[in-house]
């Protein structure tokens, strides 16, 4: 099995986020919605997204086989997000995460990738329990787990972070 697999569904493509995603990367992560909902990671230039990349993406999918991955739409190319399971110190389990660009938000894009992701986690990773955090106030993330499954669980805050987290856990019943 090798740990750089894309996944498909009907208008994406769900690719490791690589490199040559930096420029991406750099912009993804400096939209009003990432920096409001899940933090400013710092990353000011394509150069810091790349080390961003090697530090911090590379890793995880080098330990467990997934992390990530660039959601692409495969009508044109264009990179509209990312979708991802992440191994998130403070949680217990695997935590399913998204964000994408303002253009491309509200055109189903997010539960789209996350349902592949979901399936995916429990069928080709063999994950039996996913985990989603998000901030009291992104209505629309609290939704969309709950489309996707997920039941609130507890707040948390994890370590280094005085922010208080809504969690969502979906356990499967295998």
């Given at each position: 099995?090798?740990?750089?697999?894309?996944?498909?569904?009907?208008?994406?493509?769900?690719?490791?986020?690589?490199?040559?995603?930096?420029?991406?990367?750099?912009?993804?992560?400096?939209?009003?919605?990432?920096?409001?909902?899940?933090?400013d990671?710092?990353?000011?230039?394509?150069?810091?997204?790349?080390?961003?990349?090697?530090?911090?993406?590379?890793?995880?999918?080098?330990?467990?086989?997934?992390?990530?991955?660039?959601?692409?739409?495969?009508?044109?190319?264009?990179?509209?997000?990312?979708?991802?399971l992440y191994?998130?110190?403070?949680?217990?389990?695997?935590?399913?995460?998204?964000?994408f660009?303002?253009?491309?938000e509200?055109?189903?894009?997010?539960?789209?990738?996350?349902?592949?992701?979901?399936e995916?986690?429990?069928?080709?990773?063999?994950?039996?329990?996913?985990n989603?955090?998000?901030?009291?106030?992104?209505?629309p993330?609290?939704?969309?787990?709950?489309?996707?499954?997920?039941?609130?669980?507890?707040?948390?805050?994890?370590?280094?972070?005085?922010?208080?987290?809504?969690?969502?856990?979906l356990?499967?019943?295998?």
């Amino acid at each position: 099995m090798s740990i750089y697999q894309t996944f498909e569904t009907e208008r994406l493509s769900l690719r490791p986020t690589s490199y040559k995603d930096a420029p991406f990367i750099f912009e993804l992560l400096n939209t009003p919605g990432w920096l409001k909902y899940i933090g400013d990671r710092n990353v000011r230039s394509v150069k810091a997204a790349e080390e961003y990349i090697r530090s911090r993406i590379m890793p995880q999918f080098e330990k467990l086989g997934y992390g990530n991955y660039t959601v692409i739409r495969k009508s044109d190319g264009a990179k509209v997000g990312n979708c991802g399971l992440y191994d998130r110190e403070g949680l217990d389990g695997i935590d399913i995460g998204f964000a994408f660009l303002p253009e491309y938000e509200k055109n189903g894009y997010a539960f789209e990738a996350a349902s592949k992701l979901k399936e995916v986690a429990t069928t080709y990773f063999g994950l039996r329990q996913l985990n989603a955090i998000t901030t009291k106030d992104n209505v629309p993330s609290q939704r969309l787990l709950e489309k996707l499954g997920l039941k609130y669980s507890q707040v948390v805050k994890l370590p280094h972070d005085d922010v208080e987290l809504l969690l969502y856990q979906l356990t499967s019943e295998e």
